[in-house]
């Protein structure tokens, strides 16, 4: 999905949901969408802040603005289990199905490609007459370099 296209696909979902299409929540979209990596509400916040300084973007915008971008599956949200949510955009579009693979040491997530987790949520929910709706695969594992030699380029 290119960019022009989510950010019409967002401006839509925002007017589906009552909401109003303002300078803040276009700022945050913009500063999600040009995140290579995951990031933090607050990373989020700090980005769209030095991206567009004139924009006054409160905090309390970027935390309202990341379920509704999540609602609209522009963004993934991933939790690690250490408390703090982490974002990426979803720029595939749809429901494509990843695993994410967290380093422990690395404090860094990396997302494969899993087009098994569709079948696999089908098979096992249907068994028990249920119909999935959302699934996900995390791995924890430590990083080999960083076990070998105390230090890892990945590392954030």
């Given at each position: 999905m290119?960019?022009?296209?989510a950010r019409e696909k967002f401006e839509t979902f925002l007017a589906r949901k009552g909401l109003r299409v303002t300078k803040p929540r276009l700022a945050i979209f913009d500063a999600a969408f040009a995140q290579a990596d995951h990031f933090t509400a607050e990373q989020l916040l700090d980005y769209a802040r030095a991206r567009t300084p004139k924009v006054k973007i409160s905090r309390a915008t970027v935390y309202r603005t990341l379920p509704v971008m999540t609602e609209s599956a522009l963004l993934r949200e991933v939790d690690i289990?250490?408390?703090?949510?982490?974002?990426?955009?979803?720029?595939?579009?749809?429901?494509?199905?990843?695993?994410?693979?967290?380093?422990?040491?690395?404090?860094?997530?990396?997302e494969i490609s899993a087009p098994f987790m569709g079948w696999y949520g089908n098979t096992v929910s249907s068994k028990l007459g249920l119909t999935p709706v959302s699934q996900?695969?995390?791995?924890?594992?430590?990083?080999?370099?960083?076990?070998?030699?105390?230090g890892c380029p990945r590392r954030g």
């Open positions: 290119t960019i022009p296209a289990g250490t408390g703090e949510k982490f974002y990426r955009p979803n720029r595939e579009g749809g429901d494509q199905q990843v695993a994410q693979v967290v380093c422990v040491d690395c404090n860094r997530i990396f996900r695969l995390q791995v924890s594992a430590t990083c080999d370099i960083f076990r070998r030699t105390g």
